[in-house]
C-alpha cells in the first residue's frame, strides 16, 4: 500500500502556509515534490545562465538540462531523439500541426474528437483552411464517453491522422489504448494521442501505447510547467523541421521553434530522485528508475481507485448529482478526476462553498468546452471537477464528502 503520509512529507505545499488545504484540482496543476523543487531552486539561485558555454556555471547548466531530457525520456520508454520539451502541450499540438501542414493534400481526412481539450481539436481544426476535412469522433451525449465503434465508421483511404485523448479532462476514462491505435494504423493513419491527463495516474510507455507521437504536461505530473512530445523517430523525421533552420538536425530543436526552458527542463531531472526516495521507501533495492516508477505508479493507481470509488460511492447515492463518465473506479478503468453537476447548484457556487472549508477544487469547461457542450451542460456554468492524484488522503475525500452533505442539501 502506498504511505500517503511519506509522500506527503516530500512536499513542502503538505506542511507549508496552505497546509490545512484539501488540494483537489491537481488536472489544472500538481504540488512539486522536494527532489523536484531543490534542482528548480538550485537552477535559478546558482546557475542560471545560458547553458553549453565553455565555463563552469554554463556547463553545470548544461548538464542539469541533459539530465532532465534523459530522465523524461527514461520515464516514458523514449529514444533519446524521440523527445521535444516546449512550453506547453498547446504549444506542442499547435507546432506539429504547423510541421504536418505542408504535407497535406486537399481533401486529406483529419479525425478529432468532440471530448478532447482544445489543445487537441483548435490546432487541426484550423487545417481546413488548407484544405483538409476534418471529422468530428463524438461522445455519447449522456454519458461523454466515446465509441470505438463510431471511430470505425469515421476511418477510410483519406484519412491522415487521428487525434484523441488517452483521458479526458472531464470524463476520466481511459481508453481502451491497444484497440484504438491498431485500428487507426490498420487504416493507414497517424495517431496523436494527449496524455495530459494520463500521466499524472499511469506511466506512459509511448511505444506500448501504438500512437505516433504522445503529448503531456509537465506542470500536472510533478514538476514544473513545460510540455512533452514524443514523436515516433520515423513520424518525426516526416515532419517539415520548425526550428531555425541551422537547427534542423537537432532532434531537441527540430520540433521546438523556441529556446528551452533552462530551469524547468533542469528540473525535470529531480523525478528521477523522487522515485528513488519513493522507491527505497516502498519497495527496496536497485531497479531501473523505469521499473522504479513502474511499482510506484501501480501503488499510486490502486490508492487513487480507492479515494474515487469512495467519492464516487457517495455521488451515486445522491439523486440531485449527476456523475459525468463511469460511475465507478474499482476495475481501474477511470483516472480519480471526477467531474459532476448539481441539480440545485450552479457549479461555480459549489466550488466557491468547498473553499470556505478549505478545500480547493473548481469549476466550468476546463477547456473541454466541446465535451460540456455535447453533454447538454452550459459551458458557463461547466461541471464541478474534483481531481486526485497519488497524495491525496482518504481524510482529505472525507472531508470533501462533509462539506458536500451540507453544501448540496
Ligand atoms: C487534457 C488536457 N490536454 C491539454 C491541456 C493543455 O495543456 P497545456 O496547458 O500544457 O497547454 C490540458 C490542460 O489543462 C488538459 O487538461
Known amino acids: 500500500m502506498l504511505d500517503v503520509d511519506f509522500v ?12 490545512d488545504w484539501a488540494l483537489f484540482e491537481n488536472a489544472g496543476g500538481s504540488a512539486i515534490p522536494r527532489p523536484v523543487l531543490d534542482p528548480f531552486r538550485d537552477f535559478l539561485a546558482h546557475y542560471k545562465v545560458q547553458p553549453y558555454a565553455p565555463y563552469a556555471p554554463s556547463l553545470r547548466a548544461g548538464e542539469a538540462m541533459d ?11 523514449a529514444a533519446d531523439d524521440e523527445v521535444t520539451i516546449g512550453p506547453s502541450t498547446t504549444l506542442n499540438t499547435y507546432v506539429l500541426a504547423q510541421a504536418i501542414r505542408p504535407s497535406l493534400r486537399a481533401g486529406d481526412e483529419i479525425v478529432v474528437t468532440n ?24 461522445v455519447d451525449p449522456r454519458t461523454g464517453e466515446l465509441d470505438v465503434a463510431d471511430l470505425g465508421r469515421l476511418l477510410s ?14 470524463v476520466g476514462s481511459f481508453h481502451d489504448l491497444a484497440t484504438i491505435t491498431t485500428l487507426i494504423r490498420d487504416n493507414g493513419a497517424l495517431s496523436v494521442g494527449d496524455a495530459v ?10 511505444r506500448a501505447t501504438g500512437l505516433d507521437f504522445v503529448c503531456f504536461s509537465t506542470y500536472k505530473t510533478f514538476a514544473p510547467h513545460a510540455g ?22 537537432l532532434p531537441r530543436y ?31 533495492g536497485d531497479a531501473p528508475l523505469r521499473d522504479k516508477a513502474r511499482a510506484m505508479y501501480d501503488l499510486f493507481a490502486d490508492h487513487e481507485s480507492r479515494l474515487a470509488e469512495r467519492l464516487l460511492d457517495y455521488l451515486r447515492g445522491r439523486a440531485d448529482v449527476r456523475v459525468i463518465g463511469r460511475t465507478s473506479a474499482a ?34 469547461h476546463f477547456y473541454a468546452m466541446r465535451c460540456i457542450d455535447a453533454l447538454g451542460i452550459d459551458p458557463a456554468d461547466g461541471v464541478v471537477r474534483v481531481s486526485m492524484v497519488h497524495y491525496n488522503t482518504m481524510a482529505e475525500v472525507e472531508r470533501l464528502i462533509d462539506a458536500l452533505d451540507r453544501i448540496l442539501d
Open 8 to 19: 506527503r512529507s516530500q512536499y513542502e505545499t503538505f506542511s507549508g502556509e496552505y497546509a
Open 67 to 77: 539530465r532532465g531530457y534523459r530522465v523524461i525520456a527514461e520515464l516514458i520508454g
Open 115 to 138: 471530448q478532447d481539450h482544445e489543445a487537441n481539436i483548435g490546432c487541426w481544426r484550423r487545417l481546413e483552411a488548407d484544405g483538409a476535412v476534418v471529422l468530428e469522433w463524438r
Open 157 to 170: 483511404p483519406r484519412t491522415r491522422l487521428v487525434c484523441f485523448t488517452l483521458c479526458s479532462n472531464i
Open 197 to 206: 491527463s494520463f500521466a499524472p495516474h499511469r506511466l506512459i510507455d509511448v
Open 228 to 249: 512533452v512530445m514524443w514523436g515516433r523517430r520515423e513520424c518525426l523525421e516526416s515532419l517539415a523541421p520548425q526550428g531555425h533552420f541551422f537547427n534542423r538536425d
Open 254 to 284: 527540430r520540433m521546438n521553434p523556441t529556446g528551452p526552458m533552462h530551469a524547468e527542463i533542469a528540473a525535470l531531472g529531480g523525478l528521477a530522485e523522487y522515485f528513488d526516495v519513493l522507491h527505497d521507501h516502498h519497495v527496496g
Open 331 to 364: 476495475d481501474g478503468a477511470r483516472a480519480a478526476t471526477i467531474s459532476f453537476t448539481a441539480a440545485n447548484r450552479a457549479s461555480r457556487d459549489v466550488a466557491s462553498a468547498l473553499a470556505e472549508h478549505r478545500i480547493g477544487c473548481s469549476s466550468g
